[in-house]
């Protein structure tokens, strides 16, 4: 499966309201506990998906290991469940960091202008974690549709909604992680110290995750 990567794109729009989100109208004072507030909704939205997703895949793993290439109505029934459990992950979790970032004003580029090091440090944490999620991802799904080869098409085919759920929600999560991680790099590359360190390792993580998204 291949999935359309948002972030080939998230550079040149990081310093532009994101279309269809609606501008705070809080004031400054929360205003600005909203932007600080995006990278910690950032970090715990790619870890709380991260574990939700690995859970499933772990889930989906033993199923098919226990039957034995038995595949029962029983063992299909866990398969598609936690294969939506995995797509509904993604969408929820695109959906917190889409909703964060339209409460701290909608523009990423200003939202993250005045981020010190403990914002940077938790994009950065998100990163990799994200970068360990799509590893993940596509290891165990490569390795579960292998698995399949050998039973029914009708299983198969049923198997295919669930599979292309999770194909379909993978850009619309991971987009926005890439236009803020973006918007924070354009900052550094304006001379900023404190955020020098952070641009220097970005964009070989952001390498590994085009690489991902491509082998999926």
Do not use: C, H
Request: charged content about 5%; glycine content about 10%; proline content about 4%.
């Amino acid at each position: 499966m291949k999935f359309f990567s948002i972030l080939t794109f998230a550079a040149a729009v990081a310093a532009t309201p994101m279309p269809g989100l609606e501008l705070s109208v809080e004031q400054p004072k929360d205003l600005a506990v909203r932007q600080a507030n995006l990278a910690t909704v950032v970090q715990t939205t790619v870890q709380t998906v991260s574990q939700t997703i690995n859970t499933s895949l772990d889930a989906i793993t033993t199923a098919i290991y226990q039957a034995g290439g038995n595949i029962t109505v029983q063992v299909q029934t866990i398969i598609e469940a936690n294969l939506q459990a995995i797509a509904d992950a993604l969408g929820t979790g695109a959906n917190a960091i889409t909703a964060a970032i339209a409460a701290a004003g909608g523009n990423i580029g200003a939202i993250v202008t005045g981020y010190g090091l403990v914002q940077v440090g938790q994009l950065l944490n998100a990163t990799n974690q994200l970068v360990a999620l799509l590893t993940n991802l596509g290891v165990k799904l490569s390795v579960i549709v292998e698995n399949l080869e050998g039973v029914p098409p009708a299983v198969l085919a049923a198997l295919q909604a669930e599979l292309q759920a999770i194909n379909d929600a993978i850009s619309p999560f991971v987009g926005p992680v890439g236009l803020v991680i973006n918007a924070v790099r354009a900052v550094s590359l304006t001379g900023s110290l404190l955020l020098t360190g952070f641009n220097a390792l970005v964009p070989g993580l952001l390498n590994i995750i085009f690489s991902l998204l491509g082998g999926i």
